[in-house]
């Protein structure tokens, strides 16, 4: 083979090497490659119409002289080549070959061999789920292949170099292992195998401490395992490892420090001695009862203090407080605690217990506590004879004297001490005693218990004041008396009786009768002692009655007449209209009375009171009062449009809607409107009209404004027309709507403004020395008296060109010119000075 052909059927080779179906070019017949190895290569080939023998050529593409040719019957379509090369690429070639030896067809493809199989060196397991395979290198090999087998179950790893390790395996298990070589074109055969078993499994640990000074380990028995070997030792390196072999599955470390962090480490070895996979466990100790325990009572909050020695690895404290059924307990990280809400009266037996995560430790030798005596209860006062009090109460346990206070409500206090269980004091009337009783022992005093207060009895008001603030309301007061609790008025008549309770010094007697005289009396009252009843009373007279509006009538615009039930002949009768803009007042000893000028558009409130030597009645229910609204003062018309008027006006006082009419002999314009302006339609221009307008209330309350006439302006007139007159001059003729009036013509421009106002009765009206080239708008409106222009008559654009003579008119900025419209050959035929242009 010469060198180029090598050179390139190597690149073919690097190229096309991992194909394993090549086709021949169009003749149907194909090669597959279905199984490489290390030293052999498997294939197929399709059959072919004709072939009598297949004939298949290997050439090793790196290697010189190493070729396999093989031949086959037409009925044998695979092969295997086999005394390969490992790692090396071959060219294979196979031919369909009919009975004459003619090639009727060749296909051709690359395929590498596998890499050379692995030895493996040694196999071992260090855990107790993988086995560590170490095996010499392969030339070519890109990867391996591992498998662990055990029966049916296999499990494969692929590594890149040696020492390789399978994961995934069962403890104590023998497993077969082999390693193939592995590279592009395929996978090598298995390696010789190894049999290795993995390590035991570790034994899963269950750790307490059973006391402050020991720790006890268990675990399960463990597959395999002919033995176990457990170590301690503290977790902070001091000491000296404690260890033990054992074949059993518990052990009890003793002797060690308490509340300490050990670490302890187990492993199982199997009947050649090998150790298995180790577990490691952190345990404390559990701590020592705390030392030199102290308790501090304080009496006043009912608790007490409790400090100890701190317990070495302690993490927390509780500290029980036992008496009887009744435990108290607290909780602390500190070396004291305070145990709160302790009842008066008791024993407790008081201990600590330290703890940890490992446990507790026993509790402290119970300290014993005496609290305070309970209040004394059952206290009772009563007043034996006038200005002595006997107080009298139960005794309490752990109580071994008593001391009695009473405090009047003066501010004065005495006390009684004694080991019995009553005591006397002096009173007074009209006092109120708070009583209260303590015991003593040595922890300290008793707690306040209930305070008892007895009250003597109450003394009569003195000199009251009686005021009458309304006709059916008096009001009483008075000095406060000593003992009184509450006062009881009592206003009394022929009609019957009001009473009024209450604790001040003041009561207000309400819905008293009018124009009636009252017997009134102030009782001091104690819940103890009830009423004193020797107080003097006073005669009180209430004020006339309240009035009765009957009727209001309106007399005039502004004059109105009110109409009431007179109850008291004594009584003078004041009328009152308040309304937003002030008071209106009348006054009678009758029963009507007229107010005058009041505004219009106005609200009013009207009410009646009563004034006698008495006093004054409460007013009478008010009765509203409404006046019609008010005219406008100011109206305005305006002409919008020939036949629109607009008219507007100020606001009247009190009116909400407004009706406007304009009448005159050729007919009505109305409007109704809830604003101060309004459109007016269908107006005939040059006309006289009457105004009128009417103000309505809310309520509907109506008045009736008249204002002075109004005169439309003239029509404007019809028939605009423009007339040249020379080179720059225009005539504007109209048709006039009457003979008499005068209009004003309007020419506006780009290049100037004109106005011709001619006498009364003429309809045209001549404009000279007009600029020619430009376009003016024309509006000829009716001049009024005060030669004010109207603005709303119609508008019309004309041209005024400078080539001939013609003037042109246009529309919406679209300008039509006259020579426009007739043709040129006809202009000659007007030969005229004065040339008409029709709108």
Same mark, same amino acid.
């Given at each position: ?31 597959s ?6 030293? $052999? ?20 593409? &790196?290697?010189?002289g =190493? ?39 060749? #296909? ?6 596998? %890499? ?5 060196d040694?196999?071992?397991? +260090? ?68 049999? #290795? ?12 401490? %059973? ?17 176990? @070997? ?17 074949? &059993? ?11 300490t ?5 187990? !492993?199982?070895? *199997? ?6 996979d180790?577990?490691? !466990? ?22 007490a ?25 607290? *909780? ?30 026993? %509790? ?8 305070i ?14 200005? &002595? ?10 109580? =071994? ?7 009047s ?25 708070f ?12 707690p ?14 003195? &000199? ?50 009018? *124009?009636?005289?009252y ?12 009423? *004193? ?14 009035p ?11 004059v ?31 029963? @009507? /009375?007229?107010?005058i ?13 009563a ?6 009645s ?11 609204? /008010? ?34 002999? +050729?007919?009505?314009? +109305? ?35 008249? !204002?002075?006439?109004?005169?439309? $302006? ?23 709507s ?33 600029? /020619? ?43 039509? =010119?006259?020579?426009?419209?007739? =043709?040129r050959s ?14």
């Open positions: 083979m010469r060198g180029s052909e090598r050179a390139s059927l190597e690149l073919i080779g690097l190229l096309l090497h991992s194909l394993e179906v090549v086709f021949s070019a169009n003749t149907g017949f194909s090669m490659i279905y199984d490489v190895t290390s030293r $052999s290569i498997y294939l197929r080939w399709s059959k072919f119409s004709g072939a009598s023998s297949y004939r298949v050529t290997a050439t090793a593409v &790196n290697t010189v =190493h070729s396999l040719l093989a031949h086959f019957s037409d009925v044998t379509l695979k092969s295997t080549l086999t005394s390969l090369i490992p790692n090396t690429v071959y060219a294979i070639q196979a031919e369909a070959i009919d009975k004459n030896g003619i090639i009727l067809a060749e #296909t051709q493809t690359m395929q590498s061999t596998a %890499p050379d199989i692995p030895v493996i040694q196999a071992y397991s +260090k855990l107790s789920n993988s086995i560590t395979v170490e095996w010499r290198a392969v030339p070519g090999a890109t990867s391996y292949l591992l498998s662990a087998q055990d029966g049916d179950s296999c499990i494969e790893t692929v590594v890149t170099k040696s020492p390789g390790t399978v994961m995934g395996l069962e403890p104590a298990t023998c497993y077969r292992i082999t390693i193939r070589s592995v590279n592009a074109g395929g996978k090598s055969r298995p390696s010789p195998s190894r049999k #290795t078993t993995t390590v035991l499994s570790a034994p899963i640990l269950s750790v307490s401490s %059973p006391s402050y000074d020991s720790i006890a380990v268990s675990w399960k028995a463990v597959y395999m395992a002919v033995g176990f @070997s457990v170590s301690l030792m503290r977790s902070d390196g001091l000491g000296r490892m404690l260890k033990q072999n054992t074949t &059993n599955t518990s052990f009890i470390f003793s002797n060690l420090d308490p509340g962090l050990y670490t302890i480490k187990a !492993y199982a070895w *199997n009947a050649n001695g090998l150790p298995g180790d577990f490691t !466990y952190n345990q404390r100790t559990s701590p020592k009862a705390p030392a030199d325990v102290q308790v501090a009572f304080n009496s006043g909050v009912l608790r203090i409790v400090s100890w020695m701190p317990a070495e690895g302690a993490l927390t404290y509780s500290v029980t407080a036992s008496s009887g059924l009744l435990k108290l307990k607290c *909780n602390t990280t500190s070396s004291s605690c305070i145990i709160p809400s302790l009842q008066c009266g008791s024993e407790y037996s008081v201990s600590v217990t330290a703890h940890n995560d490992a446990g507790s430790s026993n %509790p402290t030798d119970a300290v014993s506590l005496k609290t005596p309970c209040a004394p209860g059952n206290i009772s006062t009563e007043e034996d004879e006038r200005g &002595n009090l006997l107080v009298s109460w139960s005794r309490v346990n752990f109580g =071994h004297y008593y001391v009695v206070f009473v405090k409500d003066d501010g004065l206090e005495v006390y009684c001490n004694t080991s019995h269980t009553q005591c006397h004091f002096q009173s007074d009337c009209g006092f109120t005693y009583i209260s009783v303590f015991a003593y022992n040595k922890a300290g005093q008793s306040l218990g209930d305070v008892f207060n007895y009250t003597t009895a109450p003394c009569c008001p003195s &000199n009251f004041r009686a005021v009458l603030v309304s006709s059916d309301t008096v009001e009483v007061s008075w000095s406060p008396v000593r003992g009184a609790e509450m006062y009881e008025t009592k206003a009394a008549s022929w009609r019957g009786t009001v009473l009024c309770n209450d604790t001040a010094t003041a009561c207000t007697l309400s819905a008293l009768r009018c *124009n009636t005289r017997n009134v009396t102030v009782y001091s009252f104690s819940e103890a002692r009830g009423s *004193n009843t020797s107080c003097a009373s006073k005669y009180v007279a209430t004020a006339p009655c309240s009765e509006i009957k009727n209001i009538s309106k007399e005039a615009l502004s109105i007449s009110v109409h009431w039930q007179s109850n008291n002949e004594e009584a003078t009768y004041i009328v009152t209209a308040r309304g937003e803009t002030g008071l209106w007042h009348c006054t009678s000893s009758g029963n @009507s /009375c007229t107010l000028n009041l505004p219009c558009g106005s609200a009013f409130s009207v009410s009646v009171i004034r006698s030597p008495a006093g004054q409460l007013p009478s229910y008010s009765v509203p009062l409404e006046t019609a609204p /008010c005219c406008p003062n100011d109206l305005t018309l305006t002409q919008v449009t020939q036949s629109v008027t607009n008219i507007s006006w100020s606001i009247g006082m009190g009116a909400q809607t407004y009706a406007t009419t304009l009448e005159s002999p +050729k007919g009505q314009a +109305k409007c109704r409107t809830l604003k101060n302006y309004c459109l007016l339609g269908c107006i005939t221009c040059g006309t006289n009209y009457t105004v009128s307008l009417k103000a309505i209330s809310e309520t509907g309350l109506t008045s009736y404004c008249t !204002y002075q006439g109004y005169s439309s $302006s003239a029509c404007c007139p019809s028939g605009v027309k423009l007339y040249r007159l020379g080179s720059n001059g225009i005539r504007v003729y109209w048709r006039a009457e003979e008499t009036i005068s209009y004003i013509t309007d020419l506006c421009g780009s290049k100037g403004n004109f106005t011709c106002t001619p006498s009364s009765g003429v309809s045209y009206c001549d404009i000279t020395e007009i600029p /020619c080239g430009d376009v003016y708008t024309v509006v000829v409106s009716p001049a009024t008296d005060k030669r004010l222009k109207l603005t709303f008559c119609p508008k019309k654009i004309y041209s005024v060109t400078c080539s001939g003579s013609s003037v042109g008119m246009g529309k919406n900025t679209q300008y039509i =010119h006259f020579n426009s419209h007739v =043709h006809m202009l000659a035929l007007y030969k005229i000075k004065l040339q008409i242009i029709y709108t």
